[in-house]
């Protein structure tokens, strides 16, 4: 076996064990990766992190280009921490597609790290790791942490830009996966009571890694016995509150990268400290359910918009009458309407629609083979989309028509 295949295989070893604080990288991985053999486990774990963030493609590239798929399943599989499973419902794939594209996106990754190999990822690791008992913001300056917050957050809004946040989901995998660190301080992690169906209209590896992060605040400067995570819905609001019980320092305050990230996504943070305990409040939109009717006679896609708006604030529903009463009762937000339907014009629908006052005001997505672009919006369709249709396409134009 030569040096790379060995570099290989303890790098897959490692992506399997990215967010274990047992793991010990092997001495090879940890100086071909992090370019110094004194580091710890952690700044390998972090620079492999790194490594898959510098392997994001051009804002521009399309959605259906491969490495997009390949980029998104790295950070899905090995930053997220999903299985194969959720992975391919976020990619919208089947889990045996999945296989083959994780062992090409890990081979992507290897040869990336490899031929970078004691370069910008090892000067970033230096540079960026976080230390146990200071923050590396009090070296940068705060432009450039504030920026560096700001690209990394459009960045997974471009990848994903109609997702949303299930906050009982999200809380329940941050639980599991700081319990191990909780309980070397000594902290035990409750779950409170959930708002059932509660949803952020945030990206949820943002949501994740604020609550991460807080829960790290709390145990460094608050030592508390117990973290109990509660969460509710108030006045259009996602509120996630995370109180430290019998804390020994009770103190009130809060993380200054943690608030530029709420506040870059709408969001707020406040605190509170009072009898022993502190309580860190974590607000941001809440995602409203909007209703999407699909009319269309090919039931293929009507799955393939099913799939396509999994873990977001859209619902599709597929009527068998294309009435405009039937319609107005189904009473959506959007509709997506194909034009060659049996029996049934869609021009001469989409007429009856814009003339019905209680239907006028829909947004009327065209969604055909038939290309008249120009037509569809003199006859008052908002958006016009070519058949075969893009998921990201179809995502980012419901964003759109009904922000």
Not at 17 to 38: C, E, F, K, N, W
Not at 44 to 60: F, G, H, M, S, T
Not at 304 to 325: A, I, P
Not at 375 to 403: C, F, Q
């Amino acid at each position: 076996m030569d040096h790379y295949e060995r570099f290989r295989d303890d790098l897959y070893c490692a992506l399997s064990r990215l967010h274990d604080p047992d793991y010990q990288a092997p001495a090879a991985l940890i100086d071909i990766v992090a370019g110094d053999s004194t580091v710890g486990t952690s700044s390998v774990q972090y620079a492999i992190i790194e490594a898959i963030r510098q392997l994001a493609p051009p804002a521009d590239t399309p959605g259906s280009a491969s490495i997009q798929s390949h980029y998104k399943l790295l950070v899905h599989r090995f930053i997220e921490n999903l299985t194969q499973a959720e992975t391919a419902e976020q990619l919208n794939t089947t889990e045996r597609n999945i296989r083959r594209m994780q062992r090409v996106a890990t081979h992507m990754l290897a040869r990336f790290l490899w031929e970078h190999r004691a370069h910008p990822v090892a000067e970033l690791t230096k540079a960026m790791s976080p230390q146990p008992e200071s923050s590396d913001l009090e070296q940068l300056s705060s432009d450039t942490w504030r920026s560096q917050a700001r690209q990394e957050l459009d960045s997974l809004r471009q990848s994903d830009p109609a997702t949303t946040a299930d906050v009982d989901s999200i809380v329940r995998r941050v639980m599991a996966l700081e319990q191990a660190l909780a309980e070397s301080y000594g902290v035990t992690m409750t779950l409170g009571e959930i708002a059932r169906n509660l949803t952020a209209a945030v990206n949820p590896t943002a949501l994740r890694q604020i609550l991460i992060m807080t829960i790290g605040w709390l145990n460094r400067t608050n030592k508390p016995r117990e973290i109990r995570i509660d969460a509710w819905e108030e006045d259009g609001l996602a509120v996630t509150r995370l109180r430290g019980v019998d804390c020994r320092n009770r103190v009130a305050g809060d993380d200054a990268l943690t608030n530029e990230m709420l506040r870059l996504l709408g969001g707020s943070m406040t605190s509170t400290a009072e009898e022993g305990d502190v309580a860190v409040i974590i607000r941001v939109p809440a995602a409203g359910q909007v209703n999407v009717v699909v009319i269309d006679d090919n039931q293929d896609f009507v799955h393939f918009c099913r799939r396509c708006v999994r873990g977001t604030r859209f619902r599709v529903e597929d009527l068998e009458d294309w009435s405009v009463t039937a319609i107005r009762e189904a009473d959506p937000d959007v509709i997506l309407l194909d034009i060659m339907l049996p029996g049934l014009d869609g021009w001469e629908l989409l007429n009856e629609l814009r003339r019905d006052p209680d239907t006028a005001g829909i947004p009327v997505v065209i969604c055909s083979i038939v290309r008249e672009e120009a037509l569809a919006s003199l006859m008052g369709a908002v958006e016009y989309l070519p058949k075969p249709v893009d998921h990201r396409d179809l995502l980012n134009i419901l964003e759109r028509v009904t922000s």
